[in-house]
């Protein structure tokens, strides 16, 4: 008989289900490659269910095709936001369930098959989605190889969803269609959200001042040869901005910038001497990375934004959260994110939250006492 391969091998199952609560939600993978090194989930055909204010599904571009497939190597050049897509360019995630809050909407609700890949000619890691998430921030090729093909979905998770009509909650679930096994991966700003940048030099406006130079302009068609074109063009204008900020973060201006005056250029050089001035007046020195993360948020609008009242947290917990998880079949393991140092979950709720969704997971499921990762590495540095 011919040897079974290790993704179809029975796999072998936790007493009890494991709860690993961290800070950063990209920290959640190492569990997700322990489990399958403990053979506790397949080599391959994983499904996450993500309930998340932020889809997280972006691709770091200089990121290679090859490092995302070089199993746990890949951990440290991770953040937040990119976390996801690797781990289904090596085919251990084939299927990303994103459940949102109804104050997010990064993708349209929908169900479709996306492929990943490396681009043929960088050997970086891109997608064939044609949706204003991937064309922003130029990570669409129509060429892929060593491609892989996973299935996303993305849904709204509301308490108002399921008010008064229990057929809503069976509708999602037979939508949904979640088979085992599965991660359920929970990020604490589902809850309440925050955004951040809307602080960063408030008095400056610096936020709003980002969104005409960081524009991103939808095409008017989605042929592939317009994408293509679509896409050269934003990948210039990120690379002239890392340049330019890069400059920044060396000299604290832009006198001596030897690359093209642009209009580009000029943009940045006003906004850079207003945060130069307001720095001097809070007698710090200016954070430019902070400024040029804050606009690569700006190319579709903004962040999400909802400080939610305990009430409204509540409701999502008891009123959406319960429901679902009474109605699919248990997850293999859940991760936890508190994404509260970053400041995408209010510091000031983020423990209430965390208990209510530890507490409603114990009540409904046989777990372990949870692993509180953040604090291990939080006392370890």
């Given at each position: 008989?011919?040897?079974?391969?290790?993704?179809?091998?029975?796999?072998?199952?936790?007493?009890?289900?494991?709860i690993?609560?961290?800070?950063?939600h990209?920290?959640?993978?190492?569990f997700?490659?322990?489990?399958?090194?403990?053979?506790?989930?397949?080599?391959?055909?994983?499904?996450?269910?993500h309930?998340?204010?932020?889809?997280?599904m972006?691709?770091?571009?200089?990121l290679?095709?090859?490092?995302?497939?070089?199993?746990?190597?890949?951990?440290?050049?991770?953040?937040?936001?990119?976390?996801?897509?690797?781990?289904?360019?090596?085919?251990?995630i084939?299927?990303?369930?994103?459940?949102?809050?109804?104050?997010?909407?990064?993708?349209?609700?929908?169900?479709?098959?996306?492929?990943?890949?490396?681009?043929?000619?960088?050997?970086?890691?891109?997608?064939?989605?044609?949706?204003?998430?991937?064309?922003?921030?130029?990570?669409?090729s129509?060429?892929?190889?060593?491609?892989?093909?996973?299935?996303?979905?993305?849904?709204?998770?509301?308490?108002?969803?399921?008010a008064?009509?229990?057929?809503?909650?069976?509708?999602?679930?037979?939508?949904?269609?979640?088979?085992?096994?599965?991660?359920?991966?929970?990020d604490?700003?589902?809850?309440?959200t925050?955004?951040?940048?809307?602080?960063?030099?408030?008095?400056?406006?610096?936020?709003?001042?980002l969104?005409?130079?960081?524009?991103?302009?939808?095409?008017?068609d989605?042929?592939?040869?317009?994408?293509?074109?679509?896409?050269?063009s934003?990948?210039r204008?990120?690379?002239?901005?890392?340049?330019?900020?890069?400059?920044?973060?060396?000299?604290?201006?832009?006198?001596?910038?030897?690359?093209?005056?642009?209009q580009?250029?000029?943009?940045v050089?006003?906004?850079?001497?207003?945060?130069?001035?307001?720095?001097?007046?809070?007698?710090?020195?200016?954070?430019?990375?902070a400024?040029f993360?804050?606009?690569?948020?700006?190319?579709?609008?903004?962040l999400?934004?909802?400080?939610?009242?305990?009430?409204e947290?509540?409701?999502l917990?008891?009123?959406a959260?319960?429901?679902?998880?009474?109605n699919?079949?248990?997850p293999?393991?859940?991760?936890?994110?508190?994404?509260t140092?970053?400041?995408?979950?209010?510091?000031?709720?983020?423990?209430?939250?965390?208990s209510?969704?530890?507490e409603?997971?114990?009540?409904?499921y046989?777990?372990?006492?949870?692993?509180?990762?953040?604090?291990?590495?939080?006392?370890?540095?």
């Amino acid at each position: 008989m011919a040897e079974i391969c290790d993704e179809f091998k029975p796999q072998k199952r936790f007493k009890k289900i494991p709860i690993y609560v961290v800070e950063e939600h990209n920290d959640a993978l190492q569990f997700i490659y322990s489990a399958i090194g403990g053979k506790k989930l397949p080599l391959e055909g994983t499904t996450l269910l993500h309930l998340d204010a932020h889809p997280d599904m972006l691709i770091d571009r200089k990121l290679k095709g090859e490092e995302a497939r070089s199993g746990r190597h890949v951990l440290p050049l991770l953040q937040i936001e990119n976390w996801i897509v690797p781990a289904a360019a090596a085919g251990h995630i084939s299927r990303v369930v994103w459940l949102r809050p109804p104050w997010a909407s990064q993708f349209r609700d929908d169900t479709r098959a996306i492929h990943v890949g490396d681009h043929p000619t960088t050997g970086e890691l891109r997608v064939d989605c044609k949706e204003p998430y991937y064309l922003s921030d130029a990570l669409y090729s129509s060429q892929l190889v060593n491609k892989r093909k996973f299935m996303f979905t993305s849904a709204e998770l509301s308490d108002a969803l399921f008010a008064g009509d229990e057929n809503n909650i069976q509708k999602l679930i037979t939508n949904l269609n979640l088979l085992q096994p599965y991660v359920l991966d929970i990020d604490l700003d589902f809850f309440s959200t925050g955004n951040p940048f809307l602080g960063l030099y408030e008095s400056i406006n610096v936020y709003d001042r980002l969104q005409p130079i960081f524009e991103f302009k939808l095409p008017d068609d989605n042929e592939t040869e317009t994408m293509n074109k679509v896409v050269a063009s934003r990948e210039r204008q990120l690379e002239e901005l890392e340049h330019l900020f890069q400059h920044l973060e060396q000299y604290d201006n832009l006198n001596e910038y030897e690359g093209e005056k642009s209009q580009l250029y000029h943009m940045v050089a006003d906004l850079a001497a207003a945060v130069l001035a307001e720095a001097e007046r809070l007698n710090e020195k200016p954070d430019w990375w902070a400024v040029f993360a804050g606009g690569c948020t700006r190319d579709q609008g903004g962040l999400p934004y909802h400080i939610s009242t305990e009430q409204e947290i509540q409701n999502l917990v008891k009123k959406a959260l319960v429901p679902l998880l009474k109605n699919i079949p248990p997850p293999v393991l859940i991760t936890v994110a508190r994404s509260t140092d970053d400041g995408y979950c209010p510091p000031h709720q983020v423990e209430y939250i965390q208990s209510l969704v530890l507490e409603t997971l114990k009540e409904i499921y046989d777990t372990d006492d949870p692993a509180l990762f953040y604090l291990n590495v939080n006392t370890s540095e």
